[in-house]
C-alpha cells in the first residue's frame, strides 16, 4: 500500500504529544509575544519520535513583512545547524509576504484569508527535536500562536530527517540583449537560443547526502509582458553531467499547460496565486506574480550522493525575474549547513508592477525615438 493514507491503519505504541501556546494561567491569552530581533521556542524534546503537525497563526499589527521577517528553524538530532530555515510565510505557502488561501496535501495557508499556516509533513528525529522562530523585523509580534503536534516512540532506521532550504534571486538574462525584446519584436538575424547546462539556472537546491527531493513553491514576480514560463526543469543526480531528468518549460513542471494565468489547487500540485487576466490576447502579457507549487508525494525524486535542483529563468535563461522558493527534502541524516539565509532587508519584496511603471517604461521609449507622435506600436 502507497500513498497519503498508507500509514494510518498501523497500531503503535507510539505516545501523542503537543507543544503549543496555550495560557498557562487558564486564561484565554492563548500566544506568546516575539519581540522584534527576539527568538522563540515552539519545541524542544527528547526522542525519538516524529513531528506529525504544525498550525500557526500571527498578528503584528505594525509590521506589513512579517511573514518574511519571521524565520522558521528546525533542528533534528543535536545538530547545530538548521535542517529547515525559511521566512515562516514562504516555507507554509505565502509569497511576498501576502496572506491568502493555499490548499495542497502537506501544506496549506487556511481561511481567514490565509491567515492560518499549516503543515502535515511528518518530521522524524532520533534524539532530539527543536524547533524556533526568530523575529528579524523592526517591531514586535504581538500575538504569535502555534501547535506542534508530534509522537513520541521508535522510528524506522529509513525515515529520513526533513529539510527545507529558502532561496531567492533576482535573475539576470543570460541570452544576450535581444532576448526579452524577441517576444515582441524579433530582431534581424536573431535566432533561438540553446542552453547546454544548468550552471546560469535559478537554484531550487543543491545537496550532499542520501535521501529524496518531495517538492518545491515557487515564487514568481515578472515586471515584463514576457511569459515567464519556458524555463526548463533540470535535476542533475549524484554528480551527473547533465541531468537525467529534464523538463520542457516551467508550466510543465508544475502540470500545467499553455500559460496558465488562474489559480488551481490540486493537492500535489497548483497555481495559488496569480494575476488572474483573461488573457484573450496573450500579447496583453504575464506582467505580475504567481505562486507555482508541487510536492513529490507519490514520485520523489532520490539522490544517493548529491542532487542538484534548478530551473531556467525563461528559455535558456533570457529573463529578468525575482524570484524565490521554498524546497523540500528528506535525507538519511541532518545536512551539511545549508546556504546562508539573506539578510531581512534583501528579503522585503519588489513593488508590483503598476500602471505609473508602464508609464515610465513607455516615457523612456519615446524619447528614445525623439518625443515624436508616437503610438507604442512602431518599429
Known amino acids: 500500500m502507497s500513498g497519503p493514507l498508507c500509514r494510518i491503519a498501523r497500531v503503535s505504541q507510539a505516545k501523542t504529544r503537543r507543544s503549543s501556546s496555550f495560557d498557562r494561567k487558564g486564561g484565554n491569552d492563548d500566544w506568546v509575544r516575539v519581540g522584534a530581533g527576539e527568538r522563540h521556542v515552539l519545541l524542544d524534546t527528547n526522542g525519538p519520535g516524529r513531528v506529525t503537525h504544525i498550525w500557526s497563526t500571527m498578528l503584528a499589527s505594525n509590521d506589513p513583512l512579517i511573514r518574511r521577517n519571521m524565520v522558521l528553524r528546525a533542528f533534528w538530532d543535536g545538530c547545530d545547524r538548521p535542517s529547515i530555515e525559511s521566512p515562516i510565510g514562504d516555507f507554509f505557502g505565502q509569497g511576498w509576504a501576502l496572506n491568502y488561501n493555499f490548499s495542497s496535501l502537506p501544506l496549506a495557508a487556511a481561511p481567514r484569508s490565509g491567515m492560518a499556516l499549516v503543515s502535515y509533513f511528518p518530521m522524524p528525529f532520533g534524539t532530539h527535536a527543536r524547533i524556533e522562530v526568530e523575529n528579524q523585523g523592526p517591531h514586535d509580534c504581538e500575538h504569535f500562536y502555534y501547535y506542534v503536534d508530534y509522537e513520541l516512540g521508535q522510528i524506522d532506521s529509513t525515515e529520513g530527517r526533513f529539510h527545507a532550504w529558502y532561496n531567492q534571486e533576482l535573475t539576470q538574462p543570460e541570452s544576450g540583449d535581444g532576448m526579452e525584446n524577441a517576444w515582441i519584436d524579433t530582431p534581424k538575424g536573431w535566432k533561438d537560443p540553446s542552453n547546454c547546462t544548468d550552471s546560469n539556472n535559478y537554484l531550487f537546491c543543491e545537496v550532499e547526502g542520501h535521501g529524496h527531493f518531495v517538492g518545491v513553491n515557487y515564487y514568481v514576480h515578472s515586471p515584463s509582458p514576457p511569459w515567464p514560463g519556458e524555463g526548463d526543469d533540470m535535476f542533475l543526480v549524484d554528480g551527473e553531467p547533465w541531468p537525467c531528468l529534464h523538463g520542457t518549460g516551467t508550466e510543465d513542471y508544475f502540470n500545467t499547460a499553455w500559460g496558465p494565468d488562474e489559480h488551481f489547487l490540486h493537492p500535489y500540485f497548483g497555481i495559488a496565486y496569480a494575476p ?104
Open 276 to 379: 488572474g487576466r483573461n488573457n484573450d490576447d496573450p500579447r496583453f502579457g504575464w506582467i505580475g506574480r504567481m505562486h507555482y507549487y508541487r510536492f513529490h508525494l507519490e514520485d520523489p525524486i532520490r539522490f544517493e550522493k548529491s542532487l542538484r535542483a534548478s530551473i531556467e529563468h525563461g528559455h535558456a535563461n533570457g529573463l529578468v525575474l525575482d524570484l524565490a522558493s521554498v524546497a523540500y527534502w528528506y535525507q538519511s541524516e541532518p545536512c551539511k549547513s545549508l546556504p546562508s539565509l539573506p539578510g531581512a532587508a534583501e528579503r522585503v519584496p519588489r513593488p508590483p508592477t503598476i500602471v505609473e511603471s508602464v508609464h515610465r517604461w513607455r516615457h523612456e521609449w519615446m524619447r528614445n525615438r525623439g518625443h515624436g507622435k508616437l503610438w507604442g506600436d512602431e518599429r
